[in-house]
Nanobody, 115 residues
Framework: QVQLVESGGGLVQAGGSLRLSCVASGSIFSINVMGWYRQAPGKQRELVAVISNRGSTNYADSVKGRFTISRDNAKSTVYLQMNSLKPEDTAVYYC?????????WGQGTQVTVSS
């Protein structure tokens, strides 16, 4: 099992920035992918950004150039720096840990961007 604890959500005005953090603990396998997904009201959960243990990244088109994902393997932590936030970024953001075909999820953190 892997436990994920997220932090850093909140309310921000459009154009502002937030930084999300997610710490993983438990049975962490060295080969893994960590990332962030989000779910807005009435919509399906969608990928925001993911990063492998080797540092390879993948972003949703809607956040490219505005969001940056990074990780600290020594701390088993993944970060999401969100800049130039837009009202459409409003959602619950979930941390994800993927290993050996299994997915683990955090409890989610609310990000609200006011116009």
């Amino acid at each position: 099992q892997v436990q994920l604890v997220e932090s850093g959500g909140g309310l921000v005005q459009a154009g502002g920035s937030l930084r999300l953090s997610c710490v993983a603990s438990g049975s962490i396998f060295s080969i893994n992918v960590m990332g962030w997904y989000r779910q807005a009201p009435g919509k399906q959960r969608e990928l925001v950004a993911v990063i492998s243990n080797r540092g390879s990244t993948n972003y949703a088109d809607s956040v490219k150039g505005r969001f940056t994902i990074s990780r600290d393997n020594a701390k088993s932590t993944v970060y999401l720096q969100m800049n130039s936030l837009k009202p459409e970024d409003t959602a619950v953001y979930y941390c994800n840990f993927h290993k050996l075909g299994y997915d683990f999820w955090g409890q989610g953190t609310q990000v609200t961007v006011s116009s």
